[in-house]
């Protein structure tokens, strides 16, 4: 009420500076609090732990959680914490994890044309500059963008666990000896198709029951890289292992599209450039590293056996249909393929 002295006046004015102060304010207050948003990154896989993949993570969770100055606050599930693989899969298609790793052929039902690209089916790898002159360049391009429209994630980049071996109860040295052989395999049509024509009995089975799998008889043998084989200690219920390198097997690191597109975009440059910087170091430990690996295996009692040149080339002969066989699911498949071989 104005009782002719102004004081009503006054008093408005007051309010008014006040509130006039305080929405000059808002813009700041809300600068500040946008710069001290969060975003959880979730990174879960089923690389073993102490694995050069499995270091690699814990760089890569380091490396943002440090560059995003605690923006991303990212945390690292390895060896299955989070659940096997096909549950890592599907989490990181919805967003209920944010990052993993798998190969390029764990998407051959959804796109079939990028399967080719984990290895599938298998011997299309020649040697490791191969698979650089693939990943490392136009056409890995092509793959994380083919996977981010049909599959909800963007190979942002790609390390790898790197040449696959036969480890099994009882030495594997040729097609006899590996004929009936109860080996595990991803569970992925393109994997047993391959053991089927080497005449073993292929077993999909989940990542993580590999170990009980052999411990019980289910399986007499798996493949895989020496990394694994050590870390998981799969050595400890099968010791011998035959260097085949019969696949090859690239690890695309796997972020959910949807929650890439959240982050600022500092953050989201962040994300990709420190995967590739750190993948690329994992590549190059990876390397430098499974010669030592399988020296390691030797000194906790694998027996190691080989397969010569001659019976390599019969494993490769019995496969080489599955090349035809996979590029049947679509044309784009076969172009794929194609494109992979002719950079051998």
């Known amino acids: 009420m104005n009782d002719g002295s102004g004081n009503s006046f006054i008093f408005n004015r007051r309010r008014l500076m006040k509130t006039g102060l305080v929405a000059l304010a808002m813009p700041a207050v809300f600068t500040r609090a946008l710069a001290q948003e969060k975003f959880t990154c979730k990174i879960a896989h089923s690389e073993a732990i102490g694995s050069p993949l499995t270091n690699a ?16 606050d ?5 060896a299955s914490q989070l659940g096997g693989l096909a549950q890592l899969l599907e989490g990181s298609r919805i967003g209920t994890i ?15 044309e990028i399967a080719a690209f984990g290895g599938a089916p298998g011997f299309i790898y020649k040697d490791e500059a191969h698979v650089d002159r693939v990943l490392q360049g136009p056409l890995g391009e092509e793959v994380s963008q083919i996977a ?9 980049a ?3 666990s790197g040449f696959r071996h036969v480890l099994a109860k009882t030495p594997v040295t040729d097609l006899a000896s590996l ?13 047993v198709d391959f053991w089927k024509k080497l005449g073993a009995n292929p077993t999909p089975l989940p990542y993580s029951e590999q170990y009980s799998a052999l411990s019980t008889g289910i399986i ?43 982050l600022p975009e500092d953050l989201q440059t962040l994300v990709r450039t420190s995967a590739k910087e750190v993948f690329a170091e994992q590549r190059a430990e990876n390397r430098a590293k499974a010669d030592k690996a399988l020296e390691d295996l030797k000194a906790v009692g694998v027996t190691v056996h080989s397969i010569d ?12 249909p599955l090349f035809d066989e996979f590029g049947q699911k679509s044309a784009k498949t076969a172009e794929m393929i194609a494109k992979i071989r002719s950079l051998a």
């Open 148 to 156: 981010r429209e049909k599959t909800g994630v963007e190979f942002v």
């Open 309 to 320: 040149a001659a019976e390599r080339e019969k494993w490769v002969g019995l496969t080489a």
């Open 220 to 262: 007499d043998g798996l493949e895989s890289d020496y990394f694994s084989v050590l870390g998981f200690k799969w050595h400890e219920q099968a010791a011998h292992v035959t260097p085949t390198y019969h696949w090859f097997l690239p690890k695309a690191v796997r972020v959910n599209a949807q929650w890439l597109d959240s």
């Open 74 to 78: 990212a945390q690292h599930f390895p």
């Open 179 to 191: 004929s009936g052989l109860k080996i595990r395999v991803p569970e992925l049509r393109v994997w």
């Open 98 to 112: 944010q990052a993993t790793t798998a190969g390029p052929d764990s998407e051959e039902a959804i796109a079939p």
């Open 57 to 72: 993570f814990e760089r890569w969770a380091a490396a943002m959680n440090e560059g995003s100055g605690g923006r991303i």
């Open 158 to 160: 790609y390390g790898e």
